[in-house]
């Protein structure tokens, strides 16, 4: 694959016109909704949800000239969405941080091959790549405008790679999207909900979306394309239990907006769907709410390189300390137990601790701890960077 930027990105998706979002041609009968006789308004790009990657898109769009871009969100406010729930960890490589920091041999070409090996090769090898490649200068745009990194250490990754931005949440990176959207004049229209994508008869190219917009159903018709960024469906718990068969009941810490609408839009039209069984699992965490099944998350695995240890509720190692939070809870899965002990040294814990656990001497604590947040396309600022 050539190297593919955000703005050549954006062109390739207004040559395709708007069957970007239907995968494949499918029966008329397969069609979202019959068209509206009357579109109430007409723009070049329809962007589907203002989080990380919409905001992204939008930018990309404005950059590269496509029109008039519109950005629909269905929150009432452009920061209630998984990117802006997370710490603002951001993998990347080959930045303009690293080199300051004197990390000068990382390629991305390395980068996607350790994405691949931790994540068991099952991530689609094209995505990985592409996302590999371009991290690296979306990493500098948000350095370029302001955002200062602190890279720290990540198991997955021989150098640093895991980019903690200067304002510990991800909602930075929100807020700096909008003001640069802003600059541009594309327009962020909040408590919009996309409810239905429409087609033609022959349900092989998307016209626009039925939305609902102040308690009224609106027809918005797209020249170019309809691009959806709505997220996983990291709290929708019937599609969590329904897709994720070993963990069902887990706990989640995303954003409450994300129910899969925009998966599920997709489906009704015939695009294709992949990996709906595949998710990142955090097994370190401490339930805050179990009747609705919130909890929160901190990252064992990390804390691992400075020594501490991941044992069962019988105190058993049963994994190298250093695994990854998504294979300790395969492991978990297939041994049948859904708790794990943390072990850890005053200096080794270094967050504020719940209550602690005493266990041979160290500080350490056993949570309730399966945490499931869907993986969506390779987020650059991912819904699973939550630690706060």
């Known amino acids: 694959m050539n190297s593919i930027s955000r703005r050549s990105m954006l062109k390739a998706i207004g040559a ?51 029109g008039k871009v519109l950005v629909i969100e269905k929150a009432v406010a452009p920061i209630l969405n998984s990117t802006s729930y997370s710490a603002g960890a951001f993998n990347a490589a080959v930045t303009k941080t690293q080199k300051e920091k004197g990390i000068t041999k990382d390629t991305a070409e390395l980068f996607a091959k350790e994405i691949m090996n931790y994540g068991g090769n099952v991530t689609v090898a094209e995505v990985t790549e592409l996302y590999a490649r371009n991290s690296g200068r979306v990493n500098d745009w948000f350095y370029d405008h302001g955002v200062r990194f602190n890279p720290i250490p990540n198991p997955a990754f021989t150098y640093l790679r895991q980019h903690m931005c200067n304002g510990n949440t991800g909602a930075q990176y929100i807020e700096l999207l909008c003001r640069e959207a802003e600059k541009m004049g594309i327009e962020v229209r909040c408590s919009t909900k996309a409810v239905e994508l429409i087609t033609n008869e022959k349900a092989d190219k998307v016209l626009g979306v039925r939305v609902e917009q102040e308690g009224k159903e609106r027809f918005i018709r797209t020249r170019k394309a309809v691009v959806l960024t709505t997220g996983g469906f990291g709290a929708n718990f019937d599609m969590i239990d329904g897709y994720l068969l070993n963990f069902k009941g887990a706990l989640t810490c995303t954003s409450p907006n994300c129910q899969g609408e925009g998966l599920k839009m997709a489906q009704k039209i015939g695009a294709a769907s992949t990996h709906m069984n595949y998710c990142g699992i955090y097994v370190y965490g401490a339930p805050t709410d179990v009747a609705n099944r919130r909890g929160l998350i901190f990252r064992g695995h990390v804390m691992n390189i400075n020594g501490s240890i991941t044992v069962s509720p019988k105190g058993e190692r049963f994994i190298a300390d250093e695994t990854g939070q998504t294979e300790v809870a395969n492991e978990m899965a297939r041994l049948g137990f859904k708790n794990v002990i943390a072990i850890a040294s005053a200096s080794q814990l270094k967050i504020p601790a719940p209550p602690e656990r005493l266990l041979d001497g160290f500080n350490g604590f056993a949570f309730d701890s399966l945490f499931s947040i869907y993986r969506s396309e390779l987020n650059a600022c991912s819904a699973s960077d939550i630690g706060r």
């Open 16 to 66: 395709v016109g708007t069957a970007s979002a239907a995968a494949m041609a499918v029966p008329a009968a397969q069609a979202a909704v019959l068209q509206p006789k009357k579109w109430d308004e007409t723009v070049d790009v329809l962007i589907v949800g203002a989080g990380g990657a919409g905001m992204s898109a939008a930018m990309g769009a404005g950059e590269s000239k496509a």
